[in-house]
Nanobody, 115 residues
Framework: QVQLVESGGGLVQPGGSLRLSCAASGSISSISYMGWNRQAPGKQRELVAGVTRGGSTNYVDSVKGRFTISRDNAKNTMYLQMSNLKPEDTAVYYC?????????WGQGTQVTVSS
């Protein structure tokens, strides 16, 4: 069993910032990949950003230059620093990790960008 606990979501005004955290615990021998996906109402879930164990990152084009993903391997924790938030960033953000070839999902945290 792998448990993922997300935190840091909330309501923020356009142009504001939030930092999401995802702490993994349980049957973890090695997390090869950690990532954030999001799903807005009426839309498909999409990749936002991901980071490998070695530190390689990737981002969806719409967040490049505004979001930064990072991870602390010693703590099995991942972060998503989100800046210059826009209303279109409003969504439920899901943490996900790959452990021994299997992907596990968190319960999601709501991010709402609105004035």
């Amino acid at each position: 069993q792998v448990q993922l606990v997300e935190s840091g979501g909330g309501l923020v005004q356009p142009g504001g910032s939030l930092r999401l955290s995802c702490a993994a615990s349980g049957s973890i021998s090695s997390i090869s990949y950690m990532g954030w996906n999001r799903q807005a109402p009426g839309k498909q879930r999409e990749l936002v950003a991901g980071v490998t164990r070695g530190g390689s990152t990737n981002y969806v084009d719409s967040v490049k230059g505004r979001f930064t993903i990072s991870r602390d391997n010693a703590k099995n924790t991942m972060y998503l620093q989100m800046s210059n938030l826009k209303p279109e960033d409003t969504a439920v953000y899901y943490c996900n990790v790959i452990v021994e070839g299997y992907r596990h999902w968190g319960q999601g945290t709501q991010v709402t960008v609105s004035s």
